[in-house]
């Protein structure tokens, strides 16, 4: 057999090349998405993006469903790195119809007012986007079955507060346990809470607090997130749990966030319970802004003061001293510095 005939010899592999990279001129010009269908990502499922479109004429951050539909999406490739996540506004194009079977791109994200991160640990370097553009961190907590846990609490507002996100403390099954003690935690901070019991009806003033605004609830598995959705939105029908006999710990029942339009107006995000709330992103420096008081105070600190009770010159203790701030909220604003060193438990 001559070379020429080995050469296109179909089990001899080595003879194909592979076809070469960037055969064709790249062009400066992009892509033009003028035209293309403004929505809400409302969930996320292996690589899939449901997607709320609202009617021509109506505002995204309205809850109401007139005209609303969900689209199917996928990220394009042209997005490159950029992530998609619950929350986020993006802009489609493709089949919006929102038909079953059709599929749309995500061709562009829209800037984000807001990002809410965690890391899966204290040691994990990877910071994991939850929800963007959200107004309120809503801590959801129970006050018995399973107890509450403070140190988490104390590291969701960490959280919120680097995030630029208002918290809202919500304490469910008071009907079990008072609430008087854990609000007095954190009332020197000025965290609003809200309180609520299984015996009775949801009160206006939670609903109060979440109208026309987008509220992530965040919270340990058993405590009740569900079960508020489903009293806010009787239509959502998200999944409960028990509560464990053998770990005292809620069962988890969401699998992934979801973001749901509220029928009196506004947006809620229903996140899966969580075990650990990481911190590995947050630089203790930016914390200090949320508290405008104790940050103005701080710059008279000397140059790398991290304001924690070691320090043998923070202003904060001068401060105190003298009568300018009060002891009990410089206590709590360094009880959320200690809680970035993670505990078994929290």
Request: hydrophobic share 35%; net charge negative.
């Amino acid at each position: 057999m001559s070379s020429r005939q080995r050469r296109f010899e179909v089990d001899d592999h080595e003879s194909y090349g592979r076809p070469a990279r960037r055969t064709r001129p790249r062009t400066k010009q992009r892509p033009n998405y003028a035209g293309a269908t403004t929505a809400v990502v409302v969930t996320r499922d292996r690589g899939r993006y449901t997607c709320r479109v609202e009617a021509a004429d109506g505002d995204r951050r309205d809850g109401g469903d007139a005209g609303a539909r969900q689209v199917i999406a996928m990220r394009a490739r042209t997005l490159g790195r950029t992530s998609v996540i619950v929350g986020d506004r993006v802009r489609l194009v493709g089949d919006v119809t929102g038909d079953p079977g059709t599929l749309a791109r995500i061709v562009e994200v829209e800037e984000r007012t807001t990002v809410l991160r965690r890391t899966a640990d204290d040691d994990d370097p990877i910071e994991r986007p939850i929800v963007a553009n959200a107004d309120q961190l809503v801590i959801v907590t129970a006050l018995a079955d399973p107890p509450p846990r403070p140190r988490l609490i104390d590291r969701c507002l960490v959280a919120a507060y680097d995030a630029d996100v208002e918290p809202l403390l919500c304490l469910t099954k008071a009907d079990l346990a008072s609430p008087d003690d854990l609000l007095d935690i954190y009332r020197p901070l000025g965290v609003p809470s809200v309180v609520t019991r299984h015996d009775e009806e949801l009160g206006d003033l939670v609903r109060e607090r979440l109208t026309d605004r987008v509220s992530v609830l965040v919270g340990h598995s058993g405590v009740g997130k569900s079960t508020l959705v489903n009293t806010l939105i009787p239509d959502a029908h998200r999944a409960t749990g028990e509560v464990s006999d053998v770990t005292g710990r809620g069962r988890h029942t969401s699998t992934q966030a979801v973001m749901l339009a509220l029928p009196f107006g506004g947006w809620i995000v229903d996140t899966p319970g969580i075990r650990s709330f990481g911190l590995a992103h947050v630089d203790p420096h930016r914390l200090i802004g949320a508290f405008g008081d104790l940050d103005d105070v701080a710059e008279e600190c000397p140059r790398g003061c991290t304001h924690q009770r070691t320090e043998p010159e923070c202003a904060l203790d001068e401060a105190v001293a003298d009568g300018r701030l009060d002891p009990a909220r410089v206590e709590s604003y360094r009880r959320l510095l200690d809680s970035r060193e993670f505990h078994a438990g929290d």
